[in-house]
Structures are given as C-alpha cells and as structure tokens.
C-alpha cells in the first residue's frame, strides 16, 4: 500500500464516519414521526417508508457507506474499519442537542475510549497484500477456516432472527445489534471484494466476467438488507447515543477477526502489535461499556392502548403545601395513605 492509498482510505473513512453518524439522528426523527401515526418499526410497522426524514437519514447513509466502499479500495479493513468511532461522537453529540438524550461527564469518557482505542487499532494495523484478482479473493474466501467463521455466523444470525429476536429482540438491545454485526462482518468481506474487482476493472483488467464477482455483490446486497432492516428496530426500539457504540464495537470486532481469517492480516505481525490491536479493541469496548452504564434505556415503543400500565409508577403529590415525588408499588400501604390524604398534580 502507497502512501497516497493509505490517505485516501483515510480521508473516505472520516467522511464516511460523519455522514453515518448523522445519519442516526435524521433516521430516528422519521421512526418517531411515523410511530406517531401508526405501528412502530420496532413492532413490525413499515409507516417510516413513507416518512421524508427517514429518506433523508437514508440517503445521508448511503452517502456514508459509498464513501466507506470506496475506502476498502485504498485501504485494508483494520484500517478502515475502527475509524468508525468518529460516528459515535456524531450521534452522540447530535442526539444530545437535537433529541434530548442527555449525554453526561461519563459518556464523554466513554466516546474518547472509543476513540483512543480506535487509534491504537490504527497505529498498530498490519499492511495488507493486497489481491491481484477476484479469482485470489474467492481462494480466500473458500478456504476452510473463513468457510467455518461463515457457516457460524450465518447459522447463529439465524437462531437470533427466527428464534430470540421475536421473544426478546424489545427488551434486549444485545439480539438486533448482534444480528446487524454478525452479518456486516460478512458484508465488509464482500464489499472488498466487490471494490477491489471494480478497481481492477477500472485499471484495465476486466472482472465481469468472473461468476465469483457477482457471487459477492449478491452476498454484500442481501447482507445490507438484513442489516438495514434489523438496525431500524435497534433504532426504534432503543436509546440513540445507547446504539450507536454498542453497534460499532460489536461490528469493528468481529470485522477484524473476520478479515484477519480471510485476508491472514496478522500472519507475519510480531507479538507486540498483535497485543496491541487486542488492547486497543479492550479499550474500545471499555468506553462502549462506561457510555452504556450512564445511559437510561429507552421506554419501549407501545401502540396498544389496553397494555397495563407497570406496577411501579412515580406519583407527584402535593400536601400542605409541599410538593414530593414517591416511587412505590401501586397498593403499598404508603400510597394508600397518600391517596386518602391529598391529591394528585
């Protein structure tokens, strides 16, 4: 890799950052416009197709992933890839002053782990031998041990569809998330091969015509889609600033491991880097987790009026003359007394 490819994935994977990053935001602001006239995308409602922000938020995205596919032309995954932090301090940010998701001392804390792990993933990445050919690219992505991490990424995405996201998919953030990251890891494979195939045609040597070509872009389409659909009920479901490091740290994760298998990124690296890069996504993880922790989750979506109300409520009661906020079960014996004392504001 040239200096000169190695700045130009640079300079793609930031803007790609920013335009994904705002991305959430705009995409979020269309789910809530369109839960407020029919069924939420989180309970199977499709009413944001029709809502122009979301549209917004979408091609805001595509601009985001286009720059991000013509990044993996210049540059290796491990170097593309973590540079995806840059969107969690977009939507944070943005969520913050535009969605009112408060984001506190702590979450900062956890955006600049994020970010500082990231760097060390950088500075550490191993340069990659780049494919002369989609014919090599398919060698690589039928040897065994890639073939085991696909068939298990594939089978596990889906038990969590089929089986887990019907049942707990709103009340755990970890099943959408997981499906999306799972599966982009795939997507990423796919879409380097894709890009690099059209890099080579561009330079002259024609790869139409290999069926390998068209074996990936059908794999990357129908991977996009997945993700696509599965991201909007993370989105719906769950806080904005909560998403967006979870699905970053999860995603550049098992992106890294996925192509260290496919394109041997650490074969040949000295111990010391390799500890690094572990370190690094350590690190990473640890600002997902401290930017989680001081986070409030969501209220879940609800669009059936006879769903009971929880047996834990907090009441605002005024008495002589004072007022004060009491978290209780419904029928404690405190409440009661309340209740037969004063009255509700």
């Known amino acids: 890799m040239t200096v000169s490819d190695n700045a130009k994935g640079f300079a793609l994977a930031l803007s790609s950052s920013a335009f994904i990053g705002a991305s959430f935001i705009l995409k979020k602001f269309g789910l809530r416009r369109a839960a407020s006239r029919g069924a939420a995308a989180g309970f199977g409602g499709y009413g944001y197709l029709v809502e122009p922000l979301w549209w917004v938020g979408m091609i805001t995205m595509i601009f985001g992933e286009i720059a991000n596919f013509v990044a993996y032309m210049f540059a290796p995954a491990v170097l593309v890839t973590p540079l995806g932090a840059l969107s969690i301090i977009v939507s944070a940010v943005l969520a913050h002053f535009l969605l009112r998701e408060k984001l506190q001392k702590l979450g900062v804390l956890g955006c ?82 894709v890009g690099i195939a059209i890099k080579l045609t561009i330079e002259g040597i024609n790869q139409a015509g290999y069926f390998q070509t068209w074996v990936f872009v059908m794999v990357a389409v129908s991977c996009i889609v997945i993700q696509l659909n599965y991201l909007n009920k993370a989105l719906d479901t769950f806080n904005t600033a909560v998403v967006s490091p979870i699905y970053y740290a999860m995603f550049t994760t098992l992106t890294i491991f996925a192509s260290a298998i496919m394109f041997k990124d650490w074969y040949g690296q000295d111990a010391s880097n390799i500890v690094s890069e572990i370190c690094g996504l350590v690190t990473v993880l640890s600002g997902t987790s401290v930017l989680h922790s001081t986070r409030e989750p969501d209220l879940p979506t609800c669009t059936d009026p006879y769903t009971p109300l929880s047996p834990k409520i907090y009441w605002h009661i005024r008495g002589n003359g004072d007022l004060g906020k009491y978290k209780d079960d419904l029928l404690s014996p405190d409440f009661i007394t309340v209740v037969q004392q004063d009255y509700f504001t």
């Not at 990445?125 to 040897?143: F, G, H, M, R």
């Not at 065994?144 to 019907?166: D, K, N, R, W």
Request: with cysteine; net charge negative; glycine share 4%.
């Open 112 to 193: 600049i782990l994020c970010i500082v792990g990231s760097t060390v993933i950088v500075l550490h990445a191993p340069e990659e031998k780049t494919p002369s050919s989609v014919d090599e690219i398919w060698s690589l992505a039928t040897q065994p041990a890639f073939l085991f991490y696909t068939g298990a990424a594939v089978a596990v995405s889906l038990v969590l569809m089929l089986h887990t996201a019907p049942r707990y998919g709103q009340s755990n953030i970890m099943i959408y998330l997981s499906i999306c990251s799972i599966i982009g890891s795939l997507t990423v494979m796919s879409i380097k091969a």
